[in-house]
């Protein structure tokens, strides 16, 4: 099977490099491609990327925001599998062999997610991480998915769907520009096939969406509790009203 991995960018010339040097290790020897979606960057993204990486696609949509651009990548897909990726993560070793074992043993399955691991994290940070997807995302996964059958959780940027699954849902509804899209994905997604979140398909993060490094331990936990907060609020708005609860967002670029 071919893997098309889908990167929207907006101003990551600070990390995009690295992120695609750890999937080309990943993939190697692997039928893969990367597809970068440039999504209006001013900081030379897409230049750089042209001129580092000769045998990597950048397209350009204008439209901003991580639905236009996610599906604008999975038009120019070719894989059967489709790979949506954050521009600042970093994929560790054996992620790629979990995700074939997974598509090879899970039959109806639609799509897989798995969690951030925030690079930079100290002990007591790193429990509560672990402690939000073991005790809070897991539960609520498996009841939504499995008794209530209303909804699951994928995050956007670790996400793995089926080509065929994608097209029948008709990719991310371009209503959701930042928030709710992977939860409002995942609600449909349902609908054609089983969808799966597993714990052991992370993939290392940039902290810089829940924490500062120029600040300490008390205003970082704070700002990592109201992130997660805002996630879970906007989640479950998604799933009841199909909106979420807030339209804007700060770039962190």
């Avoid at 790193?126 to 995050?155: C, D, N, Q, T």
Wanted: positive net charge; aromatic residues 14%; hydrophobic residues 45%.
């Amino acid at each position: 099977m071919k893997f098309s991995f889908i990167i929207p960018a907006y101003n990551e010339a600070g990390y995009i490099a690295a992120t695609i040097d750890s999937i080309l290790k990943e993939t190697e020897g692997e039928q893969a491609e990367i597809i970068v979606v440039d999504n209006n960057s001013s900081d030379g993204t897409a230049e750089l990327v042209k001129e580092k990486y000769k045998n990597i696609k950048v397209v350009k949509e204008k439209r901003k925001g991580t639905s236009f651009a996610r599906n604008r990548g999975a038009n120019e897909a070719s894989g059967e599998i489709l790979v949506f990726f954050d521009a600042d993560i970093m994929v560790p070793a054996g992620w790629l062999e979990k995700v074939k074992e997974y598509l090879k043993t899970s039959f109806g399955v639609a799509a897989l997610g798995g969690p951030y691991q925030f690079s930079g994290f100290n002990s007591w940070q790193r429990f509560w991480e672990k402690a939000y997807y073991i005790l809070g995302v897991m539960p609520h996964h498996w009841l939504l998915s499995k008794v209530l059958k209303i909804g699951a959780v994928l995050i956007g940027g670790n996400c793995i769907v089926k080509k065929t699954a994608f097209e029948k849902i008709r990719g991310f509804d371009e209503k959701f520009t930042f928030y709710g899209e992977d939860a409002n994905l995942a609600k449909r997604l349902l609908k054609v096939g089983e969808v799966k979140f597993c714990l052991d398909l992370f993939v290392f993060s940039s902290p810089r969406r829940v924490m500062r490094p120029d600040r300490g331990i008390l205003f970082n936990s704070w700002v990592g509790f109201i992130a997660a907060l805002i996630y879970v609020l906007n989640y479950y708005s998604v799933i009841i009203f199909n909106r979420p609860l807030m339209k804007r967002h700060k770039d962190f670029r």
